[in-house]
């Protein structure tokens, strides 16, 4: 697998994130999906990856800086057919390593309280994120979990 800096100019990344979004809007009341499209995640704050494996797109990732020491994860996605295959795995071990390379000490994150992404939950704690209250400009919502790990950079 290779994980590079994407330019969001693809037509597979276009349709890879149509589906991320679409998905979330299927497992999350819309005033609770924070899911960035294509055109959110074009800002300069925003570091995007993509995940290749043979040629085929298998997952992204992306940090937001909030501000000079603190990033928010977002956009993790993993293909369906090779989710529990070690991809996130694979990016988010990369995300961390990059994240600390730019000086960033904490990461944190929102996602989902439902079923549906216990298996993401799992991932983060996995790797060291705890449970934390919301963060930049989220507020308390009963589909969102918010979590957080201070980087050794």
């Known amino acids: 697998m290779e994980i590079v800096v994407d330019d969001l100019t693809g037509d597979e990344i276009a349709k890879f994130l149509d ?33 290749w494996d043979d040629g085929t797109l298998v997952g992204c990732g992306a940090i937001k800086r909030l501000d000079p020491g603190h990033a928010e994860l977002k956009s993790m996605r993993t293909a369906t057919a090779r989710k529990r295959g070690g991809v996130a795995s694979f990016l988010l071990a990369h995300i961390i390593a990059e994240a600390e390379r730019m000086g960033i000490r904490r990461l944190s994150l929102e996602t989902g309280s439902a079923e549906f992404y216990l298996p993401a939950r799992r991932l983060y704690e996995k790797f060291g994120f705890t449970f934390c209250e919301p963060f930049a400009d989220y507020r308390p919502d009963p589909n969102s979990v918010f979590m957080t790990r201070v980087l050794t950079s």
């Open 19 to 51: 589906e991320h979004v679409r998905e979330m809007l299927s497992t999350t009341p819309p005033e609770s999906k924070h899911a960035l499209d294509l055109d959110g995640l074009r800002r300069p704050e925003i570091t995007f990856w993509s995940v």
